[in-house]
């Protein structure tokens, strides 16, 4: 105790003995990020995989292609602001703000024909297959400075803190088949809307390693590498459906967690996992497993900083 006693006392001596204009620290920073949401692009890869086993190679023989190729996100460009109050030359803490915004929409189409004395075309589309992430959170960290130069130095830190994130899913789709044999035209389309929503917030971590360069007095800039730890669990939701000729909508609240699903065709079979918040019916007998939106992941970044 006597000892810890003694290097908080030494902490605020240096503090006092720092210039009065030097003590706190303002950062702004962006940078680029590379996410872990795997189970989140699952969205995706379960899509993509549901498109292979029913539409793609049934369709094997056939005249046609289909870009069965939707997004994913694996990055996002985030932005922060840090305060930073000086407790030594070497030793600092902080505050810490910030936040990013992600969005990926693409909008696919393929057809597939065959027919010699007959035409029968089937087309599938997606108007748009749309994901978005968002995210921010505050953290507190502590940092160790060290001088290389007269005006670089490198610098080491910790932050931990509470996030939260939310994303949106949005699918539009439709498979068209048009069957013509002499006189006879048959038409038929079939379609849907799905949207869903989810948010979860928890405990985020961060190590950080930085090279600073003055260049003045009180400014300068940095670039930090550093990595993230936040696993957020327990992320709730709402959705709703539409189909082509089935009036009215089907709406649902619930915990987001990956269903299992098996296909099984004449010509294949497949297990499909598929991240969902929908558990009406038969459909909560087939949980596999929790959620995670996982934010966890490597960053590059920029900044600026102004000492006063």
Known sequence: MKKTGRTILLLMMGAVLLPAKERFQVEIYGGLSYLALSDFNLLAKSEERTNDILFVQRLLGWNGYFTNDLPEIRSAIPAGLRIKYRLSE??????????????????????????????????????????????????????????????????????????????????????????????????????????????????????MLRLNRALGRRFGFYVEAAGIYCPLKSVRGSGRETRLGIPGETTWEGEWGIKKEEIRTTWDSATVF????????????????????????????????LSF
């Open 90 to 207: 070497s030793l600092a803490v902080s505050v810490d703000l910030e936040g990013f915004r992600r969005t990926r929409d693409v909008t696919i189409s393929g057809t597939f024909n065959v027919g010699d004395t007959y035409s029968l075309t089937q087309t599938k589309t997606y108007d748009p297959f749309r994901l978005e992430v968002r995210g921010w959170a505050v953290m507190g960290g502590l940092h160790y400075r060290r001088a290389v130069g007269r005006s670089t130095s490198v610098e080491a830190g910790a932050a931990a803190g509470w996030a939260r994130s939310s994303f949106d899913f949005r699918s539009s789709w439709a498979v068209a088949i048009d069957l013509i044999s002499g006189s006879f035209v048959h038409n038929s389309i079939d379609g849907g809307l799905i949207e869903e929503s989810g948010t979860g917030n928890g405990f985020a971590a961060k190590a």
């Open 274 to 305: 598929v991240p969902t918040n929908y558990w009406g019916g038969w459909a909560g007998a087939r949980r596999d497993r929790d959620f995670v939106l996982d934010l966890s992941g490597a960053r590059l970044s920029l900044g600026l900083y």
